[in-house]
């Protein structure tokens, strides 16, 4: 078979491996956030980030959900990483946001964070807050036991079908999950053009 054929056919056993009761768990909690007038804030870095970014219109505009992703703010983004570093960028962005118990975080990562390699650790701080703040947290991720994983209230771990290409499929289905949700009749509430 053809890289591009074996690619796609990973791209259908993923989602027929998917754990649909998690994202009905997750689209539960987020009608909760939109009935208490709760926000969402979309947090992912590198390719996530770009997901988090659309995921946020679509919230907003499909779902009338407020929601925000700090990395749409690159003066914020780039004066934080510059003055204080990197890790503390998501958890000072939510601090002045006045995270909230109504609120919501959702976590767009391939691993979801590990302080022990020190990969993706800018998430684990924002975890901590928001558990102090009693805002709930779920996350779409592409592996078991990483921060977000072991602390989120939900989260959907995407199932790995194949250890090269854990990445593309992770970010992908961070795409299709989430338009799933604010497709969803429980969820959505404004219409889509097309």
Known sequence: MSFSGNHMKEVADIALKIDI????????LLVE???????LFILGIGGSAG???HAVNDFRKLANIESYAPTDNVSELTARTNDDGFQTVFEEYLRVSQLNAND???ILSVGGGDLERGVSTIFCPAINLAKIR??????????ENGYTHQNADICLVIPQV?????TPHSEAFQAI???????????KENETKW
């Open 33 to 39: 956030t939109r009935k208490n007038r709760g926000r």
């Open 162 to 166: 194949n250890p090269y290409a854990i």
């Open 21 to 28: 009761e998690v994202i009905e768990e997750m689209i539960n």
């Open 104 to 106: 919501c975080i959702l």
């Open 134 to 143: 009693h805002a709930k947290i779920i996350g779409i991720v592409g592996r």
């Open 51 to 53: 997901n988090a970014s």
């Open 177 to 187: 999950v989430w338009h799933l949700m604010v497709s969803h009749p429980k969820l």
